[in-house]
């Protein structure tokens, strides 16, 4: 045996990496990966909510029960807007199917866009895979639009039914603050847990004892035992620097008409 194989034997392969993309072809799906930052309510858009998982994702495996349980609620939303979206689709496509002797294909973009996907955690891929059925029934809707099946008012009509409760999933993680406690501190009800429950509410029991996590959730990485304490007053210090009880006391009032108007706010036309 070669020296070469034995030093291949006796090292460890490195980390796994890999590549994905999505192709976009509608102008309404772009849209949802972009988001609003700017000229109205800001809009959480597919590209800001992979970025802001990653936080809320970290926090989960830090045993913070609050990231555990709108880890949950991000799952829900979104199977929830998957599965309208797709049975619009299915609607849609049958539509396209009921005229005798008329073959009917979908549209398709002369020039679809290529978006790079890198996400660190499952959830960026979801809100991925969402976007991707919605730039399906796009492409389908005004498919039927063009060729007189459905009028201009039931195109944006299904469309705007659908993009709403894509927003109200990506902007489920803005509700959800960063206060760096864990399991242990809400148990001891510590000051940093009041605070967070003043915040964001009270944790539901069967999240705070672990018995329902979400599907694709981190596992918990425990951390070591410090002193109560001075554990607590470093936490809710933390909390405080990062965001002043006065300001998360306005976000919390405002969150809801907030949320209100940006999933109520319609697709642009073509």
Same mark, same amino acid.
């Given at each position: 045996m070669s020296t070469a194989e034995v030093k291949g034997v006796s090292q460890h392969p490195g980390g796994l990496r890999s590549q994905a993309s999505m192709v976009i072809q509608t102008r309404q799906a772009q849209r949802?990966?972009?988001g609003r930052e700017k000229n109205g309510?800001?809009?959480?858009g597919m590209t800001a909510f992979g970025r802001r998982t990653?936080?809320?994702?970290?926090?989960a495996q830090n045993d913070d029960p609050y990231a555990d349980w709108f880890l949950i609620r991000i799952e829900d939303a979104i199977e929830t807007a998957r599965g309208f979206i797709q049975e619009k689709t299915k609607?849609? &496509? &049958?539509?396209?199917?009921v005229m005798d002797g008329v073959k009917i294909e979908v549209a398709v973009s002369m020039n679809p866009v290529a978006i790079p996907l890198q996400f660190t955690n499952p959830y960026g891929y979801m809100g991925a895979y969402l976007i991707?059925?919605?730039?399906?029934?796009?492409?389908w809707v005004l498919?039927?639009?063009h060729f007189g099946l459905i009028d201009r008012d039931k195109s944006m009509e299904i469309l705007n039914g659908a993009s709403r409760p894509i927003r109200r999933a990506f902007h489920c993680v803005a509700e959800w603050y960063f206060t760096s406690i864990n399991r242990d501190d809400v148990i001891r009800q510590t000051a940093a847990a009041k605070h967070a429950e003043e915040i964001m509410g009270a944790v539901p029991q069967n999240v705070l004892d672990g018995t329902h996590r979400a599907r694709?959730?981190?596992?918990?990485?425990k951390r070591k035992v410090l002193d109560p304490f001075t554990d607590s007053l470093e936490k809710l210090a933390i909390?405080?620097?990062r965001a002043p009880r006065s300001v998360f006391a306005v976000m919390a009032e405002q969150r809801g008409v907030a949320s209100a108007a940006v999933a109520n706010e319609p697709v642009p036309d073509e």
């Open positions: 949802l990966v972009e309510p800001a809009i959480i990653r936080n809320l994702w970290l926090s609607a849609m &496509q &049958q539509l396209l199917k991707a059925d919605f730039d399906e029934l796009v492409r498919t039927a639009r694709y959730a981190p596992d918990i990485r909390a405080k620097s």
